[in-house]
């Protein structure tokens, strides 16, 4: 049996007297495409500073694809390809020298290879860094994370400034990295991201993992609150005692609800009037 992608035991993490980590049990499996979800300062990058031997635990047990991060770390780096979520580039060069350069670092990256993602990304290699928005150099950083083709990747925030298209492609470019039995190992703090693309989530809040749930379980659990407008009044009876919906309200031409799980009902309900919005 192959060891996981990633395993951390009862790992924790102190800045002073914060608190940042509190006793994080994780398994992500080889070969699948596993999302960290969770809002702002909830904990996300400071795991995978930790995973990456970037900062050090105060507590707890780190494996990553079967090794010590902090023994081991120059022969693991060549294993993962890496995101970081705030991406400081600066420089002269043109995106072209600085992923070459990146890429002799890793261990060679054929120009073909260099070109073909540039291309699905949009990114022109031509560039000096310095003139880049930050969706440009988000693309750099995407193209340095998955260039050398590694064991694991591990993405925080990927998609941040990329426009929708270019997080269909990306979203596109995970998918073959799992059918090649590779990992992904993605933060955010957008549901719908993660269940687009992930097998399984795990849900961190204030340092700790709530839930690990698969996308499928997930999506059945979810809580929506969703808002219709009509193209004149509609009655309330006309959406009474639907399943999986409570907290029903009629205004005029607009209804509110929540929604746990499945919307079936109350879409089906809402489709015998006109829909405006």
Known sequence: MSDPAILTEGLSKRYGRHPALHNLDLLVRPGEVFGFLGHNGAGKTTTIRLLLDLIRPTAGRIRVLGLDPRADGVCLRRRIGYLPGELPLEGHQSARELLTYLGNLSGRVESTRLRALAERLDLDLSRPIRALSKGNKQKVGLVQAFMHEPELLILDEPTSGLDPLLQQEFRAMVREVREQGRTVFMSSHVLA?????????????AGHIVAVEDVGALRRRAVRRLEVRFDGPV?????????????????????RCVVDGKADAIVKAAARFTVVS
């Open 193 to 205: 991201e993660v269940e687009a693309i992930a097998d399984r989530v795990a849900i961190v809040r």
């Open 235 to 255: 009655a309330t009876s006309a959406f009474a005692d639907l399943p999986d919906v409570r907290e029903l309200a009629v205004d005029g031409d607009v209804l």
